[in-house]
């Protein structure tokens, strides 16, 4: 008797093009703000219209790459701005609250680079900024819009894995030593844990949630303070899910779920575009991304999902809800502290 489904269900992704649009601007054109940039651009009908940095020569350099309308060397100006429907926030960690609370007093809509926050507190004062002012806010937790995440969601929906019991996600990237860069000065947020962790804790709380009975965490700290490694293990009622992240040791980037029924193993990258498999006994089915996108290009996903949310009048989105992006801070907080990383 066969354990697995004959075929795999479709994904339900938003599509890139033909939906509704808006006119985005982008806070602090840094690496990301470039990939989330060009990969938009090129894939969706989504438009950037505006760009602010503190530098006006780096906006203005970053709007003449990108085609962008206007620049700003102020981020108060941008804002401003009638013409901007929706502020990306692209700048590191330690910004973000700020950035997101000045747009969001000014009546836009955010999308605000993940982590949401440094920390939970900071995470929740910008949740119940936005729905204070009534206006949408996500985290940009772009792997969750991902064609495979989607179809992933129906097959646990559908329990085709049978209860999952064994979850494991890593993310490690070896960053060269530099005390004042993002990754390992503390004052911009730094450590393993926000930067890659993030994505780990957020595929185990996907599968299992974000409410375990206990959270357990071993690692290591750089010179700065910051976590360079870490390992956390949630332990739940008849489940366990281990999330790793490193930025001194290239890793895998894989996630597994290991069900009553079947295994379900991602490519790596797990969390970019890709595919997986799932194996019950002898069967096997593979699930592939067919669009021609690589890692980052699928930065793109999210945001014509986030134009029709916004369309639809809702003020955060149900795949991926503020709370949620709350929940994994409190993780990464308690984490971080057992660790004793700044």
């Known amino acids: 008797m066969s354990i697995l489904p004959s075929t795999l269900p479709s994904s339900t992704h938003t599509p890139l093009r033909g939906g509704a649009t808006l006119r985005w601007g982008i806070l602090a054109p840094g690496r990301i703000a470039h990939d989330w940039a060009t990969t938009v651009h090129a894939k969706t009908d989504q438009r950037v219209v505006a760009v602010a940095s503190r530098s006006a020569e780096r906006a203005a350099a970053f709007a003449v790459t990108h085609g962008v309308e206007r620049s700003y060397g102020q981020y108060e100006a941008l804002v401003g701005?009638?013409?901007?429907?929706?502020?990306?926030?692209?700048?590191?960690?330690s910004e973000h609250r700020v950035l997101a609370?000045?747009?969001?007093?000014?009546?836009?809509?955010?999308?605000?680079?993940?982590?949401?926050?440094?920390?939970?507190?900071?995470?929740?004062?910008?949740?119940?900024?936005?729905r204070a002012a009534g206006v949408f806010a996500m985290e940009a937790m772009?792997?969750?819009?991902?064609?495979?995440?989607?179809v992933l969601r129906r097959l646990l929906d559908d329990g085709v894995l049978g209860a999952p019991r064994q979850v494991s996600a890593d993310f490690?990237?070896?960053?060269?030593?530099?005390?004042?860069?993002?990754a390992f000065d503390p004052a911009l947020g730094g450590g393993s844990l926000l930067d890659l962790g993030v994505y780990s804790i957020w595929f185990c709380g996907l599968v299992l949630g974000l409410d375990p009975e206990s959270v357990r965490t071993s690692g290591s700290l750089a010179v700065t303070g910051v976590d360079e490694q870490a390992v956390v293990t949630?332990?739940?009622?008849?489940?366990?899910?281990?999330?790793?992240?490193?930025?001194?040791?290239?890793?895998?980037?894989?996630?597994?779920?290991?069900g009553e029924k079947a295994v379900l193993s991602f490519d790596s990258p797990f969390c970019g575009v890709g595919?997986?498999?799932?194996?019950?006994?002898?069967?096997?089915?593979?699930?592939?991304d067919p669009a021609p996108l690589l890692w980052r290009d699928g930065l793109c996903y999210q945001a014509p999902a986030v134009a029709a949310h916004i369309a639809a009048g809702l003020t955060?989105?149900?795949?991926?809800?503020?709370?949620r992006s709350v929940e994994q801070l409190?993780?990464?907080?308690?984490a971080r502290r057992q660790l004793g990383a700044a």
């Open 316 to 323: 955060e989105a149900p795949e991926h809800p503020l709370d």
């Open 142 to 150: 772009w792997s969750r819009f991902l064609p495979q995440t989607t």
């Open 275 to 288: 595919g997986f498999s799932i194996r019950a006994d002898e069967e096997r089915l593979v699930w592939r």
């Open 172 to 182: 490690g990237s070896r960053f060269p030593f530099d005390p004042t860069s993002r």
């Open 234 to 258: 949630l332990d739940y009622a008849g489940a366990t899910a281990v999330a790793s992240s490193s930025m001194v040791a290239h890793t895998p980037i894989v996630a597994a779920i290991g």
């Open 81 to 93: 701005d009638p013409e901007v429907d929706i502020v990306y926030i692209a700048a590191p960690h």
């Open 101 to 130: 609370e000045l747009a969001i007093a000014a009546g836009k809509h955010v999308l605000i680079e993940k982590p949401m926050a440094t920390n939970a507190e900071d995470a929740a004062a910008i949740v119940a900024a936005a």
């Open 330 to 334: 409190r993780v990464i907080d308690e």
